[in-house]
T-cell receptor, first 115, second 114 residues
Framework: AQSVTQPDIHITVSEGASLELRCNYS??????LFWYVQSPGQGLQLLLK????DTLVQGIKGFEAEFKRSQSSFNLRKPSVHWSDAAEYFC?????????????WGLGTSLAVNP | DTGVSQNPRHKITKRGQNVTFRCDPI?????LYWYRQTLGQGPEFLTY????????KSRLLSDRFSAERPKGSFSTLEIQRTEQGDSAMYLC????????????FGPGTRLLVL
């Protein structure tokens, strides 16, 4: 079955600290992987995506993620968190073949940032 | 590029009433997706269109739900005889069909059924 697991429901970090949000997926074919961020009352903003090639991808706002096929993981990282990064983060997986490219989503990780 | 827009942003209705939401995709995008998101959950796929054709509907989409994209541009999602369980955020995304397809989301319509 296709699924995405984000093991951490809620994470709190101090401003300036490093951050890693975990994402594991189960997908029968070669996956496309995405991280989106959602601020309260807002829609989903794309942070970064992985389709192929270099397994370390850079995104907006200083975020990066690394695709590890052997671990079925796509963890999101940021070296120094800013207070404005407080939000809900979603990992999603989609297909790269066939007609329906619907995304399968994790439950999200809520990030709080202490001043 | 004005992004994906959705209207209304908020809707409060009484149980049993019909509601309709609109989504305007990014202009050159030929694919349009609807998702539903409840509190504490990730989005769940409802349906998608390629141009004006509705190509797949989730089992989540009961007979009370109908979606259209009449001219391959904007789309509407109608819920008939709303129930309290329909309360959720309804998200629309659009994309350009390509080998590396990326979905861009609108701000969502938050529905509250009383």
């Amino acid at each position: 079955a296709q699924s995405v697991t984000q093991p951490d429901i809620h994470i709190t970090v101090s401003e300036g600290a490093s951050l890693e949000l975990r994402c594991n997926y189960s997908y029968g074919a070669t996956p496309y992987l995405f991280w989106y961020v959602q601020s309260p009352g807002q829609g989903l903003q794309l942070l970064l995506k992985y389709f192929s090639g270099d397994t370390l991808v850079q995104g907006i706002k200083g975020f990066e993620a690394e695709f590890k096929r052997s671990q079925s993981s796509f963890n999101l990282r940021k070296p120094s968190v800013h207070w404005s990064d407080a939000a809900e983060y979603f990992c999603a997986v989609g297909g790269n073949a066939g007609n329906n490219r619907k995304l399968i989503w994790g439950l999200g990780t809520s990030l709080a940032v202490n001043p | 590029d004005t992004g994906v827009s959705q209207n209304p942003r908020h809707k409060i209705t009484k149980r049993g009433q019909n509601v309709t939401f609109r989504c305007d995709p990014i202009s050159e995008h030929n694919r349009l997706y609807w998702y539903r998101q409840t509190l504490g959950q990730g989005p769940e796929f409802l349906t998608y269109f390629q141009n004006e054709a509705q190509l797949e509907k989730s089992r989540l989409l009961s007979d009370r739900f109908s979606a259209e994209r009449p001219k391959g541009s904007f789309s509407t999602l109608e819920i008939q005889r709303t129930e309290q369980g329909d309360s959720a955020m309804y998200l629309c995304a659009s994309s350009l069909l390509a080998g590396q397809e990326t979905q861009y989301f609108g701000p969502g319509t938050r529905l509250l059924v009383l």
